[in-house]
């Protein structure tokens, strides 16, 4: 596996973890345990970025990686 594709596959798994904080902080009924899971679903979405960021660097650096 690439450098590249780990990073994308990194990408995806982020994305999941996201959404499933997401729903954890929705179906949680406690409100501290919620807005828990919600400070944690914004702190994985800023590292999303950082990480599309890479993904888009390594694309500009290595053109055989664009569209992975």
Same mark, same amino acid.
């Given at each position: 596996?690439? %450098? &590249? #594709?780990?990073?994308? *596959?990194? !990408?995806?798994? $982020?994305?999941?973890?996201?959404? #499933? !904080? #997401? #729903? !954890? &902080?929705?179906?949680?009924e406690?409100? +501290?345990? &919620?807005?828990?899971?919600h400070?944690?679903?914004?702190? %994985?979405? +800023?590292?999303? !970025?950082? %990480?599309?960021?890479? %993904?888009? $660097? $390594?694309?500009? +650096? +290595?053109? *055989?990686?664009?569209?992975?």
């Amino acid at each position: 596996m690439t %450098v &590249a #594709s780990e990073v994308k *596959q990194c !990408l995806a798994n $982020l994305k999941g973890i996201e959404a #499933s !904080l #997401s #729903s !954890l &902080a929705i179906v949680t009924e406690d409100d +501290e345990t &919620a807005r828990t899971f919600h400070e944690t679903m914004i702190m %994985v979405g +800023e590292i999303m !970025l950082d %990480v599309k960021k890479r %993904v888009g $660097l $390594l694309e500009r +650096e +290595e053109f *055989q990686y664009k569209g992975f």
